[in-house]
């Protein structure tokens, strides 16, 4: 291509990044968006917008331990810990998030493909591993139609508290703040948590990243950006002394030598998704994360500009720069 120079710009709210692509100010634009923001670009003229399947996967983290980097603090909190109480009401608050009524609302008016996600170790249901997995890695305990949920959900808190509707268990939920769609998502969850025995309190901070230590939080959003395919990517989510284990999940010994081992060395197909199911069951059993949906991916820019690609991993728009040409 012809491009010399690529001069990156990072605006925090997806509103102002929409008008500065329709002043000129930026030429190529990438992020997470609402269904009117998607409507609002396509409108733009001159601007050509993509949508597909990106690689980035949502999900609900649940703490229950101290982050072991830098920065961790203890965390005493109702999750702390993999005793029975703890784990318990962890299950009960996942079965809680409303995940198909925030699918179909919010992601689905953006992109009409996305189901609702049931893996943490193949994050994408077009993976030919991904049905092999959810079949036997203990994601069933979550489905099923949100009433039902609801209803084990409070029997299961009913257990360890006598009143949860007038009594609720508190619970501080980080929610990353300049972002429209999941300021939306943590008005859903807080609307159906009063059904099921818990009080959310959700504090939206903009500089939410360095929160993600923080054991003042019982639950946040999040979204693993993937840089490649590599099959042990996920070891430093989910190791108990990895680096991207901010909520302190500690799967034990077991889950770290399986995590290590898928690390380590190639394996078929057939094997990899045995180890998945293994390393998922330990997850889901323990209910330290719900996975939400695949993000719809948004890439709009200069209709001038030629050879733009939209990519699933990160990062997703400049990738492929130099076949970028006017």
Known sequence: GDIKNIVQKYVADGNPAI????????????????????????????????????????????????????????????????????????????????????????????????????????????????????TANGSNYYEGDQATKNKRALAIVKKYVSNPIADPIKINFLVPGNNARRAAQALLIDANMANCGFDTVMDTVVDWSPQLRNSKYDATFFGWAP????????????????????????????????????????MSQTVLAGTFIKIERTIFGNAYTLPMYQHPAVLAYDSDLKGVKLSALSPVKEWNFWEWAY
């Open 227 to 266: 840089t490649t395919t590599a099959q042990g990517s996920i070891r430093a989510n989910w190791r108990s002394d990895g680096a991207n284990n901010y909520n302190g999940s500690n799967g034990g010994a077991a889950l770290d030598a399986v995590l290590d081992d898928v690390f380590s060395r190639p």
């Open 19 to 134: 008008q500065a692509l329709a002043n000129g100010e930026i030429t190529l634009y990438s992020g997470q968006q609402t269904a009117d923001g998607v409507a609002a670009l396509k409108k733009i003229a001159g601007v050509t917008t993509e949508g597909g399947l990106g690689g980035t996967y949502e999900h609900v983290d649940l703490r229950s331990g101290a982050y072991a980097g830098s920065g961790g603090s203890p965390y005493t909190g109702p999750f702390a810990g993999n005793g029975e109480k703890a784990t318990q009401l962890r299950r009960a608050f996942l079965l809680c998030i409303p995940r198909e009524e925030i699918v179909t609302k919010l992601v689905n008016p953006i992109n009409a493909a996305i189901k609702p996600l049931r893996s943490v170790t193949v994050p994408t249901t077009i993976d030919p591993l991904y049905n092999k997995v959810v």
